[in-house]
């Protein structure tokens, strides 16, 4: 590198470090799954050692967001060291992590000092284990192992505190009962009966007020079916927005199935 390169680094790294530690994102998405969808793929599921959750959607984890990829750099010096130094330098600066063609989109494992212990959430235990209970055949049934890694990916990197962070999830999801806003709308789980995902959205925006991204992944047959429901939510992580971004919903069509479990 030459000198001044080296120069512009070091300034870099020192406004790094001396800038506040606050996380630059500009929404949470708030994902909630269906069980019935998690486990009747070809690779199953496992229930938590706490027994068979409800029919009900959990919660897979509360992520920060940018509204739009960022190329390259991390944080404030994003803008100014890609114009002045161009990307190769500029590349220095990016934190490992989420970065992909389309850039960095989302902010990752900000604080991997930071672990969560159960004694800061000793008083959501209960109904994190009724709302956010973990499907994974790996971890042993434990869903603590499933809160961990979402604190340790994507909770530091929220701005919160990890009481604050788990309890405006559950917070949230208590104030927009998908399973019961489906229901409202006639989309109740089945076997045979299949849906169009238009309704489904469409069920969503009118009874929480904010549009919501959809996820499909396939059943043991190859077939479409709504797995994950992504609502987004306000950088305290208080209130739903409209969704900022769409993504892919992977359905292939408008037909969709959503199974019993
Ligand atoms: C959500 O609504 C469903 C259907 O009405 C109900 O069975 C379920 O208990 C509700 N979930 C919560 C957490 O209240």
Redesign the pocket.
């Known amino acids: 590198m030459k000198p001044a390169t080296i120069a512009f680094v070091l300034l870099f790294s020192l406004l790094a470090v001396s800038s506040s530690t606050a996380e630059k994102f500009d929404f949470f998405y708030l994902v909630q799954q269906w069980p019935g969808s998690f486990c009747d793929t070809r690779q199953g599921c496992c229930f938590p050692d706490t027994g068979k959750p ?1 029919a ?1 959607f959990g919660i897979h984890g509360m992520w920060p967001n940018y509204a739009n990829c960022r190329r390259g750099v991390h944080h404030q010096q994003e803008d100014l060291a890609g114009t002045m130094l161009g990307d190769d330098v500029a590349a220095v600066f990016s934190a490992a992590g989420a970065v992909g063609r389309r850039g960095k989109c989302w902010p990752e494992y900000c604080d991997d000092g930071n672990a969560l212990t159960p004694w800061a959430i000793r008083d959501l235990v209960k109904s994190l284990d ?2 956010w209970p973990t499907l994974s055949c790996k971890g042993g049934g434990r869903s603590f192992e499933f809160w961990s890694y979402e604190w340790k990916k994507h909770g530091t990197c929220s701005n919160l505190e990890q009481h604050d962070y788990f309890a405006r999830a559950l917070a949230l999801k ?1 104030a927009h ?1 998908l ?2 806003i489906l ?1 409202g709308a006639g989309i109740v789980p089945s076997d045979t009966e299949t849906y169009s995902l238009s309704s489904v959205s469409d069920a969503i925006a009118q009874a929480t007020g904010h549009t919501a991204n959809l996820e499909c992944n396939r059943d043991g047959n190859g077939e479409a079916q709504l797995f994950q429901v992504y609502q987004c939510v306000d950088k305290e992580g208080k209130q739903l927005i409209d969704c900022p971004l769409s993504m892919p919903t992977k359905c292939g069509g408008d037909s969709i199935k959503l199974p019993v479990f």
């Open positions: 409800a009900d009724q709302s208590a009962n399973t019961a229901a």
